[in-house]
């Protein structure tokens, strides 16, 4: 047993963030926030590194890689709040023309009724008639509900583990960036004298956002090995409590400054709420692992 | 990434079911936990069927994956786990086998591997608890030996023990890392007072050690004189990097009887109750994958990683928060001692204090790991 990232897997993780470090920095955050849109430009590029292709067989035109490597990427867009319906077009790949090459976007109708990038999507999977659209509260998701959406799936339709688990790594990554950052603030803003990372209670802060984004990740790198719907649903919690616990604690090390529009934190907290509501998540994760927790229980 | 393992790992996995298999059911039954000499026979004669059947080393030498695969097998079987021996296996062979002469090492190795010495740990006191460094026993050198006086507390397995591995400051004016030493202390030198401790869970689990001018050969110095914080450090590595795996198997298991229990009465049909049980579900799995991340990383890099620090911080608050629900589940039966998980209940109260209290490990994550600057 060698639970550990491969050379290979260290290499295509760093290639995924040299290009997002290129194509989406922190300027190009910032400008997606003021001028909303997908850019279909840097869509394209992402085809052409075989984002969307990465688990397609090499026979079929794609990359041939595994799970273990889309959610290495995915944790990469997550880190680098990429928008766009990566996970929807990634799963489209090899199923709808352009998809893999990033040359048609993709949209996803959730067993719940939400769908995002309704508007620029050029295919839709599921009913999205008469879907109406919200105020959405991430200026980077926008969000449309459709006409028979309850907010809560269906009985009978459970979401794509493959999404669910996507949907994970994208948090995982987003929970990396608020530790990331929450630690760069503590150890630059000086109060008192000194920088504010020297104080206990922010050092606790930071220790806890550290916990929350290790555990999440042993659990999501293990569910992208095993490909099992119980170690899917443990992953997509725990990556969920880390991004969403994480942004918060993450803006209350900036304080004041992490209330306001200019500082990056509401982003990461306002992507990690809309995620909690999509693929999966929540409830859906929940009673899945009830269910299985019983049966195993009961061998 | 790789979850699977090895064929020769997997044929340990085998031989060792089917060994435990026949080795349980011979087993004795089990000493009240109040007597401690019965205790002590019980844990010893375990630890000898181990030695007997080749399975007393994988503590030390084992490969860290094989040395999973045990602790996950013993546990799943109901094996007793290591008890009276926990300090002797855990933390003074591991120590005296890194640092000890070739002389200490045969003298003191192979009985705690033969289950025929009992040790104890004698390095918390009353005013040096997390700030474990402000110990003050003073040991003075005379002669060939040293000369120990004052006072240990928390000290598990204490009356039962043959040996107790001892930190005492032999350099006062010395900075507080630096003046400590590691000694190995008979228990039956004249001078040692044993007084049992009684702990909120009613039982007599650790004892208060005095110390008058005990007298230890100077020979049972392990490690340089003041330089016993490194050796220290060495130890205590070790029990924050894999220490806790049996427990991560046994709470997942005492997790299903947990969702059993309430389907049985009913309270499974309470979303609430149901979803709490499903998210320590995903707990206990995260946190068996984060033990097997570890364990491949020392695999790598023959030390425990600093995840030991960050699994240890969230498994003592889970470990709680599982009991915490069994109390939900049974009701009124959690104020029932004689009920199963009450115990463990109370019990599961030490375990953000001991080995390094939380407060104390966010502050190594967020100092060691995230390179926060030392402060208030």
């Known amino acids: 047993m060698r639970f550990r990232l491969t050379d ?70 997550g880190r680098a709040l990429l928008p766009g319906p990566l996970a929807a077009t990634h799963l489209a790949a090899g199923r709808v023309p352009g998809a893999a090459e990033g040359e048609t976007v993709v949209t996803a109708v959730d067993p719940g009724g939400l769908v995002e990038w309704l508007a620029e999507a050029d295919v839709v999977e599921g009913d999205a008639t008469g879907a109406v659209s919200l105020r959405s509260v991430d200026p980077l998701t926008p969000l ?42 503590a150890r630059a803003r000086e109060q008192f004298g000194q920088p504010i990372g020297a104080f206990q209670a922010v050092k606790h802060l930071c220790a806890e956002l550290l916990v929350r984004v290790e555990v999440a990740r042993a659990a999501v790198y293990a569910a992208a090995v095993t490909a099992d719907p119980g170690d899917i649903a443990a992953a997509r919690l725990l990556a969920d409590e880390a991004a969403v616990r994480g942004a918060r604690d993450c803006l209350q090390v900036h304080g004041g400054m992490g209330f306001t529009w200019e500082a990056d934190v509401h982003l990461l907290l306002k992507r990690a709420w809309v995620r909690t509501r999509r693929a999966g998540g929540g409830t859906e994760s929940e009673e899945l692992l009830a269910r299985e927790l019983l049966t195993a229980a009961g061998r | 990434m790789d979850l699977s393992y090895s064929p020769e790992e997997e044929d340990f996995r085998a031989r060792l079911r089917d060994w435990l298999g026949k080795a349980l059911p011979a087993l004795p039954p089990k000493p009240s936990p109040d007597d401690w000499p019965g205790r002590r026979a019980w844990d010893l004669g375990w630890q000898r069927m181990l030695y007997d059947a080749g399975y007393a080393h994988v503590h030390w030498d084992a490969e860290p994956t094989t040395r999973l695969i045990f ?122 007072t044993v007084r049992p401790l009684r702990t909120l869970a009613g039982s007599a689990e650790f004892a208060e050690v005095f110390l008058d001018e005990v007298r230890v050969p100077a020979a049972h110095r392990v490690g340089e004189e003041n330089d016993g914080w490194r050796v220290t450090m060495v130890t205590l590595s070790f029990e924050r990097g894999t220490a806790f795996v049996g427990e991560v198997v046994a709470c997942r298991r005492v997790l299903g009887e947990l969702a059993r229990a309430a389907h049985a009465d009913g309270r499974w049909d309470d979303p609430v109750l149901r979803r709490r049980l499903a998210l320590l579900e ?85 100092e060691r790991i995230l390179g926060l600057p030392k402060g208030r």
């Open chain 2, 71 to 192: 602790l996950e097998e013993t546990e799943k079987a109901g094996a007793p786990y290591v008890g009276a021996n926990f300090v002797g296996l855990l933390h003074a062979g591991p120590t005296i086998a890194a640092e000890g002469t070739d002389a200490q090492r045969a003298r003191w190795l192979e009985p705690i591997l033969r289950g025929e010495e009992v040790w104890c740990q004698g390095f918390s006191e009353p005013d040096a608890g997390s700030d474990l460094a402000a110990l003050r026993t003073r040991a003075w050198r005379d002669g060939d030996d040293y000369v120990v006086s004052g006072s240990k507390i928390w000290t598990s397995h204490a009356e039962v023990a043959d040996w107790c591995e001892l930190l005492v400051r032999t350099d006062p004016t010395a900075a507080k890392h630096r003046g400590i030493t590691w000694l190995a202390m008979p228990m039956d030198a004249p001078g040692i």
């Open chain 1, 8 to 77: 290979d897997q260290r290499a295509l993780r760093q290639g995924v963030r040299d290009l997002l470090a290129r194509r989406f920095d922190r300027d190009a955050l910032r400008a997606a926030v003021e001028r909303p849109g997908l850019d279909r430009a840097l869509w394209r590029e992402l085809g052409a590194a075989g984002f969307f292709a990465l688990r397609l067989p090499e026979a079929a035109g794609g990359v041939g890689l595994g799970l273990p490597e889309a959610v290495l990427a995915f944790e990469e867009a």
């Open chain 1, 144 to 185: 449309h509900r459709t006409a028979g959406g309850s907010g809560q799936p269906a009985a009978d339709h459970v979401a794509d583990p493959v999404a669910v688990l996507l949907t994970a790594a994208e948090q995982l990554g987003t929970a990396t960036r608020a530790c990331e950052l929450a630690v760069q603030h």
């Open chain 2, 282 to 366: 995903a707990e206990f799995r995260a946190l068996w994958r984060l033990t097997q991340w570890n364990v491949s990383e020392a695999s790598a890099g023959g030390v425990p990683g600093v995840g030991g620090s960050i699994f240890k911080l969230r498994y003592s608050h889970a470990r709680q928060e599982l009991y915490d629900t069994a109390a939900d589940v049974l009701g009124d039966a959690a104020l029932d001692l004689d009920r199963p998980w009450v115990l463990d209940r109370l019990s599961s109260l030490s375990y953000t204090i001991a080995a390094g209290t939380s407060q104390i490990q966010r502050t190594i994550v967020a």
